[in-house]
């Protein structure tokens, strides 16, 4: 497999293309390429500029079916929820999606590599406004390391089941109170192709000045 | 200024000189380049592919005055905190930051395009699994939106100062209740350069496996 040197897809062709990659390979990937996804990464915002990201790597098959468990406990109830409605629905694509994500869990210890992107700062939950700030200095950089992967033809999905627990999450990795993990990305050659997605034109959640002005819809 | 039809800048250039533009030109900018990086930042992830987002575009002189008046409150602590630590540290970066911030709030009016990410969602403070996941339906289009405005060379900036009081921005901008304003993003053409910025080493914010095995310190 290439690891390329540099990643000089065009930007657009990135995000025109980027998907949630489920399917993965359980082959090994260099450490090189999972560094370089994650140099990008910290090229992101963070609110003052203040870099309080920590990224953990695990390859450790221990550390790995923890994460395997936490992501099946969440699955086993909220996947639940979710086929029923698509089966009430009939919602074909939302089916697709949970037969993907059913696969993830299944397969979650073969993943070769899951990254954890976590928080150096307790997030508080008054104002909103902190909150926001707080994960505004994490998910950047998390759709950063999403982008770099489309990029390096690595598959890779955000997701945050594992994590439905902090404080399990946080004995499972070894990581402090103060610092809290926020999103999980399995990263790991893919089996599927990444690809054109679909979204809802921009003119509908668009509006001028005032919500619901909706002034570009063509 | 041109205005490319498509953004080829290669993806990682783009990553590596995104900075935060906060000095910008008065001048109008097309409603196409506007509504192309927000197309581009609707190319983002989110939760169950639920794309519940909405993006208001200001221009309206009496929203913006609202904005920049909220911005100037909250930045009148907020800055006078951040001054006094960097005189007391002598922080040279972090003066630097907040010269720019000071001139981004005397300036605010002046801005021709403000941009308001909103999350279609009553964010929950409990568990910390849902906030993370609501605002992690929000910050990855925010950024593709960053990235995309840098390949447009057009100055931006991620701040949430304006948004101090949820319930204040909301009826500025005509929100309801239940579509949480998230980030606000002031576009136009630079005055500034973007260029390379500094960060720390990967491997001191990268661990394996565990928090604190720095496996990949050079």
Redesign the interface.
């Known amino acids: 497999m290439d690891t390329p040197s540099?990643?000089?897809?065009?930007?657009?062709?990135?995000?025109?293309t980027?998907?949630?990659i489920r399917r993965l390979k359980p082959d090994p990937v260099d450490?090189a390429v999972i560094?370089k996804v994650?140099?990008?990464a910290?090229?992101?915002?963070t609110?003052?500029?203040a870099?309080n990201?920590?990224?953990?790597?695990?390859?450790?098959p221990a550390?790995k079916g923890k994460l395997a468990r936490m992501n099946r406990q969440a699955w086993n109830i909220y996947g639940g929820i979710?086929r029923s409605i698509a089966n009430r629905t009939g919602d074909e694509?939302?089916k697709k999606?949970l037969k993907a994500v059913q696969w993830q869990a299944d397969h979650f210890e073969e993943v070769p590599v899951i990254v954890v992107a976590?928080l150096k700062a307790v997030?508080p939950?008054?104002?909103?406004?902190a909150?926001?700030?707080a994960?505004?200095s994490?998910?950047?950089s998390?759709?950063?390391l999403?982008?770099?992967a489309r990029?390096a033809n690595l598959g890779a999905?955000?997701i945050?089941?594992p994590?439905?627990?902090?404080f399990r999450a946080q004995r499972a990795?070894?990581?402090?109170m103060t610092?809290?993990p926020?999103?999980v990305i399995p990263l790991g050659w893919p089996k599927g192709k990444y690809g054109p997605?679909t979204?809802?034109p921009?003119?509908e959640?668009?509006?001028?000045?005032?919500?619901?002005?909706r002034a570009?819809l063509e």
């Open positions: 540099t990643l000089d897809m065009p930007l657009e062709e990135a995000m025109m980027q998907r949630a450490d560094l994650i140099e990008l910290l090229r992101a915002p609110g003052s500029n870099q990201w920590e990224f953990i790597v695990v390859k450790d550390v979710g694509a939302m999606i976590c997030i939950w008054f104002p909103s406004i909150a926001s700030s994960y505004g994490i998910y950047p998390v759709q950063n999403l982008l770099a990029a999905a955000l945050t089941l994590l439905w627990s902090r990795l070894g990581l402090p610092i809290a926020c999103a997605t979204r809802r921009v003119g959640v668009v509006s001028l000045d005032r919500y619901g002005n570009f």
